[in-house]
């Protein structure tokens, strides 16, 4: 398939200090340059997909940071900022009396001909969320299908560009969006409202949006397809799966509710006689995930796979990859289930992310308690992260993105190896299941059937805030109370009888 890579690199260089600037032009790899890196005090320095390259002997310096912020737009809430005309971002640190102490510039490049992997999907006319980690080209292959959308398929494309990342900065969009149109946000928190506005007052065939992350935002997607309007974008996460056990953006793909059969019916299904059903029509028809540039998963029909997960049943994408001859080729994936963590001497290991933590001593923990488990330096390969007190309080963007991905997080107090060893016995104690949706809503039925038969009070295991809700929901379906209690991510739900203080 041709592509065609345009990425006005001189604008760029010619904001920089000519110091800096100079190494970058005299290098023949300059058209794989990812970013530049300002911090004041450090060398500066140009980064590469597999390296980084020192351009000075000489630290950065006031004068350099003012002589780049000079020649670029001013900087908005998000701390970001660009060069008209361009796609590339400038994005601020700032020390705490708010001044600019280091820049991250960010070479952003349109690339023509992205979309041949999913391109009849992009003309079937229905919404399409695309999903995948920081770097696969999301925000490329949506600023694509825009452009191939207004220009080839001649539709009314509205691209809603809350940080300038789609069409680039300035008032005058970039080329690579073709005749879309594009409306900017002033400030992320209002991008829900421009979503709207965009429906009501400019009459679009086609909505574009990079990076649903609020409940705001999911509802105003919902709203604008329940309208009849064609929706593209992104999500956080980096699977289909993630969205289901994300309260926020569950409603993407159609929300989650319990639902509670008759004696006959449950045995009739063969099931407990609380189940899961999808709420609502997702709003997106189907779900991209984009592993790289070459390689993605598509599933085509997003409330059947839904309705398959709070089944228990394992789903399998269509896998579409680029050959040595760009043509398309696809294939069915494999139905695998999820592996569950292994209690000691069990076969499957379980990985651990340690975030802030000595790794020796986890190390030592995890081979003196007989854990089948390994340590690896990717959050994402991780089934737990482990973390310190201190580093969860703070809440640094590790942590967000692995709650954000349903990864079970572990604190603990101090760098002690007997708390290490503590909480590795609670994860390997812990009843993984495959589906966390069916394990919960069992463990609250027995648990309102011991109160039912008794009991004062039940405590359940701890589940994040969208299971908590539905196992309140289910006890107050019995007539039962319940209440949160503890902190994250320890934090479950009791339930008890109405007579019972809890």
């Known amino acids: ?48 997909a597999d390296h980084e390259v020192t351009l000075s002997d000489r630290e950065v310096a006031a004068d350099d940071i003012e002589y780049m912020i000079s020649r670029i737009a001013d900087f908005g809430d998000d701390n970001r900022a660009g060069i008209a005309r361009t796609l590339h971002r400038i994005s601020a640190i700032r020390n705490r009396k708010g001044d600019i102490v280091g820049l991250t510039c960010r070479v952003g490049r349109a690339v023509y001909g992205t979309i041949g992997l999913i391109e009849d999907l992009v003309e079937s006319g229905k919404s399409i969320l695309l999903m995948g980690g920081p770097g696969v080209g999301k925000t490329t292959m949506l600023r694509e299908m825009a452009r191939v959308l207004a220009d080839d398929l001649k539709k009314r494309v509205v691209i809603v560009d809350t940080s300038n990342e789609i069409a680039g900065d300035g ?137 398959a997960m709070l089944r228990g049943r394992p789903v399998a994408p269509e896998l579409r990859w680029m050959d040595e001859t760009d043509g398309v080729q696809r294939k069915q994936a494999p139905a695998v289930k999820k592996p569950k963590l292994q209690k000691p001497g069990g076969g499957t290991a379980f990985s651990i992310y340690p975030f802030g933590i000595n790794r020796s001593k986890l190390e030592q923990a995890v081979g003196s308690l007989g854990l089948t488990a390994k340590l690896t330096n990717n959050v994402q390969e991780a089934n737990v992260l482990m973390t310190s007190k201190s580093y969860y309080r703070r809440k640094p963007q590790t942590i967000r993105d692995a709650e954000a991905a349903g990864v079970p997080i572990y604190v603990i107090k101090g760098n002690k190896s007997s708390q290490m060893e503590r909480s590795l016995a609670s994860i390997s104690d812990a ?51 319940s209440q949160s209690i503890g902190r994250e991510p320890r934090r479950r739900v009791q339930i008890f009888n109405s007579e019972s203080n809890g």
Do not use: C
């Not at 409603?251 to 019916?265: A, K, M, N, R, Y």
């Not at 407990?272 to 070459?294: G, N």
């Not at 038969?453 to 039940?458: F, I, L, N, R, T």
């Open 431 to 481: 009843r993984e299941p495959d589906d966390p949706f069916s394990f919960a809503i069992q463990e609250a039925e027995e648990a309102i059937s011991q109160i039912t038969e008794g009991k004062p009070a039940v405590e359940l295991s701890p589940q994040n805030s969208y299971l908590r809700m539905l196992q309140h929901q289910l006890a107050q379906r019995y007539n039962l109370k």
């Open 1 to 48: 398939m041709f592509r065609r890579i345009t990425d006005d690199l001189d604008a760029l260089l010619d904001r920089l200090p000519p110091r800096i600037a100079e190494p970058i032009r005299e290098r023949e790899d300059r058209s794989e340059l990812l970013e530049v890196v300002m911090d004041l005090g450090r060398l500066p320095e140009a980064r590469y």
């Open 171 to 307: 008032d005058i969009p970039h080329p690579g969006i073709g005749r879309a149109r594009r409306m900017q946000v002033i400030t992320p928190t209002l991008q829900h409202a421009v979503m709207i506005e965009a429906v009501e007052n400019h009459m679009p065939e086609v909505i574009v949006i990079d990076e649903i992350g609020t409940e705001l935002e999911a509802l105003a997607a919902r709203t604008i397809a329940e309208r009849g309007v064609q929706l593209i974008a992104t999500a956080h996460g980096n699977k289909l799966e993630n969205l289901i056990m994300n309260p926020t953006l569950a409603d993407l793909i159609g929300g989650i509710q319990t639902v509670t059969l008759g004696d006959e019916e449950a045995r009739r299904r063969g099931t407990q006689k609380s189940i899961l059903e999808r709420k609502a029509p997702p709003t997106f028809d189907i779900v991209v995930e984009i592993q790289d540039w070459y390689h993605v998963a598509v599933h085509s029909d997003v409330a059947g796979v839904v309705d």
